[in-house]
T-cell receptor
Framework: NAGVMQNPRHLVRRRGQEARLRCSPM?????VYWYRQLPEEGLKFMVY????????ESGMPKERFSAEFPKEGPSILRIQQVVRGDSAAYFC??????????????FGPGTRLLVL | GQNIDQPTEMTATEGAIVQINCTYQ??????LFWYQQHAGEAPTFLSY????GLEEKGRFSSFLSRSKGYSYLLLKELQMKDSASYLC??????????????FGRGTSLIVHP
C-alpha cells in the first residue's frame, strides 16, 4: 500500500508565476489536508478537503491560494502570482475518516517551493 | 495558533533518557498527538493521548494531564537515529468547526555520542 504521494518534491518559481502542487492520498483515504511549514516553524493548517468538497479552508490565505480534490485524480494546491514569502515546504496528509479523535493523519514527503 | 509551547532545542547523550514537554491551552481540547520529523522528511506518527496517564510503546512513552494542559514525550535508550524534530499537535476545533490537529513549532532533539 503506497503512502501519500506528493509531486513535485522540489519546485522553483519566479515571482508572479503559478505553482501547482499535487497530492495523491493513501489508497482508501478520502480526507486530505494541506499544511505549510516555514523554516524554524511548525506545520500550519491550510485546508481540509474531501472528494469534490472543501470542508474547512480557515487556514488558507484568501487571495492567490486555492485547493481542490476532484472526483478523479490528485488533490491540487494552487498558488497564483507567487511571492518570495510563499517559499516553504507544503505537506499533504490523508486519513480514511476525518482527523480528530483517534484518527491519525499520514503525511506525504512534502513539496519544497522556492520562489526566486 | 492556540498557544502550544515546546522547547526549541534539546541535546542528549546516546543511551540516555530525554523528556520533551508540551503545554497547551486547554479549552476545546480533544486529544494530543506526537509526531517525529527527520530533516527534509514527512512527519511520522508516534502516539495519541486523549485520557490522562502514560501510554508506553517500546522506547517511547507519552504522558497527558488534561487539567494541567501538559504532555510529555519520553524517549529511553536514545539512539543516534532519534535525532529529529518532535512535534506536539493538539486537536482543537478550527474556525470552520472541524477538529484538525494544530501543531506546535517542534523540538529539535540532537543526540550525540
Amino acid at each position: 500500500n503506497a503512502g501519500v504521494m506528493q509531486n513535485p518534491r522540489h519546485l522553483v518559481r519566479r515571482r508572479g508565476q503559478e505553482a501547482r502542487l499535487r497530492c495523491s492520498p493513501m489508497k482508501g483515504h478520502s480526507h486530505v489536508y494541506w499544511y505549510r511549514q516555514l523554516p524554524e516553524e511548525g506545520l500550519k493548517f491550510m485546508v481540509y478537503l474531501q472528494k469534490e468538497n472543501i470542508i474547512d479552508e480557515s487556514g488558507m490565505p484568501k487571495e492567490r491560494f486555492s485547493a481542490e480534490f476532484p472526483k478523479e485524480g490528485p488533490s491540487i494546491l494552487r498558488i497564483q502570482q507567487v511571492v518570495r514569502g510563499d517559499s516553504a515546504a507544503y505537506f499533504c496528509a490523508s486519513s480514511p475518516r476525518q482527523a480528530g479523535g483517534q484518527e491519525t493523519q499520514y503525511f506525504g514527503p512534502g513539496t519544497r517551493l522556492l520562489v526566486l | 495558533g492556540q498557544n502550544i509551547d515546546q522547547p526549541t532545542e534539546m541535546t542528549a547523550t546516546e543511551g540516555a533518557i530525554v523528556q520533551i514537554n508540551c503545554t497547551y491551552q486547554t479549552s476545546g481540547f480533544n486529544g494530543l498527538f506526537w509526531y517525529q520529523q527527520h530533516a527534509g522528511e514527512a512527519p511520522t506518527f508516534l502516539s495519541y493521548n486523549v485520557l490522562d496517564g502514560l501510554e508506553e510503546k517500546g522506547r517511547f512513552s507519552s504522558f497527558l494531564s488534561r487539567s494541567k494542559g501538559y504532555s510529555y514525550l519520553l524517549l529511553k535508550e536514545l539512539q543516534m537515529k532519534d535525532s529529529a524534530s518532535y512535534l506536539c499537535a493538539v486537536n482543537w476545533p478550527l474556525r470552520g468547526g472541524s477538529y484538525i490537529p494544530t501543531f506546535g513549532r517542534g523540538t529539535s532533539l540532537i543526540v550525540h555520542p
